[in-house]
């Protein structure tokens, strides 16, 4: 069996809803909620849920919408906020002692949930995944490699393997050095300055129970800003894996950044993927709850290379400029981005922002508050122009699975014609 083989069989074992080629569904925060991640899921695709403050009340929702015959697990009768939010390593193996005193449901929904770690609680999340036993926890912008690997040894301890660790990567240090955090032994030169050896003190992960998400610089939404396109990432990573040892060549890849369709994800299988990952293309979805003008902005985009922009200009007028050094997001061009690269005051714009979000808070429809001449942001990929229409999640998850054989197909031909 050949690494690619290994690599899809693990997810499939994991997953075994699943039908070739792998699809799953980006973690839209905030708007992949429950309806999103089971609609993909029932289109044997996996759902992502996003973190929200409501975790426990979407996962339990799709957990029933799933599994309907199982008994719905209780919640644990700790709160969350007896917990601090980023605990020691010797204050989480307490907390992961006193989850071990419940019992794991049965199965695990096949769903996951993503989290934004820098600014999530780890024990809230360890609570409500050891409660609904998600299929896979997608984590990324982490602040450092400790809390990285804190997040994913707890995640993987606090469920005995049964909810699988996926990290999103956009480079290969990063790939690398996340892997280390996550399954090494941990050593010195794997730790930023001033960082302690304690968050190792975890139980490794193993390879076989890690995935990967290469993000390459097409992606929507957050990001590395020091990344490559799919094109260089994927072939590039898979080598250094399979020359790192430790099984490392075994871990699952999947495509995420700029894919759309089924020529996108064809491509990205052929560079070696297990599997790809859809984001802006399913703020198309009627089920993904995205303010109408965010999604009308998107349908209205072309040309995505001109279109978009990635920066930290939103972060600082969202109030999340707390976002990890290192990462910007690629969203449409608007208004607010235009104002301040011409001159205006970041703080008038800011001002303006602020007061939109108050009234959109309040269940206000401001037309003007997306598109072009608009000021919200809306985050999407530099793909924005293939979105072209709104269907439901699971015809297009059978729209773009159905033609990747088709375009392979169409390769294959060109390659024999041009052989004659």
């Known amino acids: 069996m050949t690494s690619k083989s290994t690599r899809t069989q693990s997810l499939l074992s994991h997953h075994p809803h699943l039908h070739l080629p792998i699809l799953v569904s980006a973690p839209l925060r905030p708007y992949a909620l429950s309806?999103?991640?089971?609609?993909?899921?029932?289109?044997?695709?996996?759902?992502?849920?996003?973190?929200?403050?409501?975790?426990?009340?979407?996962?339990?929702?799709?957990?029933?919408?799933?599994?309907?015959?199982?008994?719905?697990?209780?919640?644990?009768?700790?709160?969350?906020?007896?917990?601090p939010?980023?605990?020691?390593?010797?204050?989480?193996?307490?907390?992961?002692?006193?989850?071990?005193?419940?019992?794991?449901?049965?199965?695990?929904?096949?769903?996951?949930?993503?989290?934004?770690?820098?600014?999530?609680?780890?024990?809230?999340?360890?609570?409500?995944?050891?409660?609904?036993?998600?299929?896979?926890?997608?984590?990324?912008?982490?602040?450092?490699?400790?809390?990285?690997?804190l997040w994913a040894r707890a995640i993987h301890a606090a469920t005995s393997g049964r909810t699988r660790v996926w990290v999103q990567v956009g480079t290969v240090e990063s790939a690398l050095e996340a892997v280390e955090a996550c399954c090494g032994r941990g050593s010195s030169s794997q730790l930023s300055a001033g960082e302690s050896k304690e968050g190792y003190d975890l139980p490794r992960i193993p390879p076989e129970s890690l995935v990967l998400v290469a993000q390459g610089s097409d992606a929507g939404g957050h990001q590395l800003q020091r990344s490559a396109s799919l094109l260089t990432l994927l072939p590039?990573?898979?080598?250094?894996?399979?020359?790192?040892?430790?099984?490392?060549?075994?871990?699952?890849?999947?495509?995420?950044?700029?894919?759309?369709?089924?020529?996108?994800?064809?491509?990205?299988?052929?560079?070696?993927?297990?599997?790809?990952?859809?984001?802006?293309?399913?703020?198309?979805?009627?089920?993904?709850?995205?303010?109408?003008?965010?999604?009308?902005?998107?349908?209205?985009?072309?040309?995505?290379?001109?279109?978009?922009?990635?920066?930290r200009l939103f972060d600082r007028l969202r109030g999340t400029g707390d976002f990890p050094e290192g990462w910007y997001g690629r969203a449409l061009v608007n208004r607010s981005w235009r104002d301040v690269e011409g001159g205006l005051e970041e703080g008038v714009v800011k001002g303006r922002y602020e007061r939109f979000m108050k009234r959109q808070g309040e269940g206000i429809v401001d037309e003007e508050a997306?598109?072009?001449?608009?000021?919200?942001?809306?985050?999407?990929?530099?793909?924005?122009?293939?979105?072209?229409?709104?269907?439901?999640?699971?015809?297009?998850?059978?729209?773009?699975?159905?033609?990747?054989?088709?375009?392979?197909?169409?390769?294959?031909?060109?390659?024999?014609?041009?052989?004659?």
Request: charged share 15%; no cysteine; net charge negative.
């Open 236 to 311: 590039e990573l898979f080598d250094a894996l399979s020359s790192h040892g430790h099984g490392y060549k075994h871990i699952p890849i999947l495509a995420a950044g700029g894919i759309l369709d089924s020529r996108g994800a064809a491509a990205a299988l052929a560079l070696g993927a297990s599997g790809v990952v859809l984001g802006t293309r399913l703020i198309g979805a009627r089920e993904l709850s995205v303010p109408e003008g965010f999604r009308r902005q998107v349908l209205e985009a072309r040309d995505g290379g001109e279109s978009t922009v990635a920066t």
């Open 85 to 149: 939010p980023h605990p020691s390593p010797t204050e989480l193996i307490s907390i992961l002692s006193s989850l071990s005193q419940t019992a794991l449901p049965e199965d695990p929904v096949q769903i996951g949930i993503g989290y934004q770690i820098y600014f999530s609680s780890l024990p809230a999340a360890l609570r409500d995944i050891r409660t609904y036993l998600p299929a896979a926890a997608w984590l990324f912008a982490w602040s450092s490699m400790t809390q990285l690997g």
């Open 370 to 420: 997306y598109g072009e001449e608009g000021t919200l942001v809306a985050y999407a990929g530099s793909g924005v122009g293939l979105v072209r229409e709104v269907s439901g999640a699971g015809e297009i998850v059978e729209e773009v699975r159905g033609g990747v054989e088709a375009v392979l197909g169409r390769a294959r031909d060109g390659l024999a014609k041009a052989s004659l």
């Open 35 to 83: 309806p999103l991640a089971t609609a993909i899921t029932r289109a044997h695709a996996l759902g992502f849920l996003s973190s929200t403050p409501a975790d426990a009340h979407e996962l339990s929702l799709a957990r029933q919408t799933l599994l309907p015959s199982l008994p719905l697990p209780s919640p644990p009768a700790v709160p969350h906020s007896s917990d």
